[in-house]
């Protein structure tokens, strides 16, 4: 009898096992959870840090200035499951990330002298690529991305100039600082994820931009990014709702304008990242570090919807 009841608690034990198995993807030994960390400016798909094939962004914002001026962003991007698993599985657990993504994104402004004015808007393509683990796997891995993208002009009108506010904090997004048409055919960046307990990440990327303000492109700049990212939390140590850091540098420099001489304008950035399961919620700060720093910055919050990897 005690020998019958002992194999029948260990086949139940050897069902719950399968079932365990059967609802979620085997970990290798020793390999940790991607928990990848968003930059505070997010405006690319992002590849592989994208929580899940269709992701919707929702970004409320105070640009403080002078005259205050407030902002509704959103951002959605998709990008149906790649059917070659076998070139992302080992970059983030097994999932079937897509390395295609088309994202739009758009905003509305609200001022006290202009009211509520309509943003650009901004459609854009992503291909992104893995690379091939580095150093002593897996220590380290990565993948860069290359991306197409077209802003319009403000939507609230082509003669727009837009609040100053505006234009100093987000004078590294020309279309956003000045009224006009952006064309940027080859965004390339590159992000390594470093695998101690995969929480620390560097991301890296150059932007040409030919900016129309009038018939033909007047103006040719380039824009860069570098962004740091840490989580506080490792796998199979610590809470999966760890807090994650991101540091932001963004630049763009104006090469040449018909009405303009040469110039450059940067700003930066820092946020806290929690991941909540279908949600991500982030609460970040930027400020242009120059002359106009105590008296602008803009501080928002990111709601991103989709589940997590």
Known sequence: MRRGAFLCVVWLGCLAAGARADQAPPQPDGVPVARPVVPVDDTRSHGPTARDWVDLSAMPQALLAPQTVWALVGQVAIGPPTLDVREVRE??????????????????YRSKDQGTLGGPITVAGQRYFPVAPLAI???????????????TPWVSGRFLVPPRAVQVLNGVDTE??????????????????????RSESLDVGLSPEAFSPTIGATEYDLRFHVALGASMGCHGNMSPYAPKISLEYRGRVRMYAAD??????????????????????????????????????????????????
């Open 91 to 108: 970059l983030y657990d097994q999932y079937a990330l897509s390395n295609y993504q088309l994202r739009v994104r758009g905003g509305a």
């Open 260 to 309: 303009q001489a040469p110039g450059y304008v940067d700003s930066i950035g820092a946020a806290i990242q929690f991941d909540l399961a279908w949600f991500l919620l982030q609460a970040f700060y930027a400020a242009d570090p120059g002359r106009n720093m105590q008296d602008f910055g803009v501080a928002g919050l990111r709601l991103q919807i989709g589940e997590a990897k």
């Open 137 to 151: 796997s897996p220590l380290l891995y990565a993948h860069f991305g290359v991306e197409a993208a077209l802003s």
């Open 176 to 197: 956003l600082a000045r009224n006009g048409w952006s064309v940027r055919p080859a965004a390339v960046y590159f992000r390594g994820d470093f695998l101690a307990c």
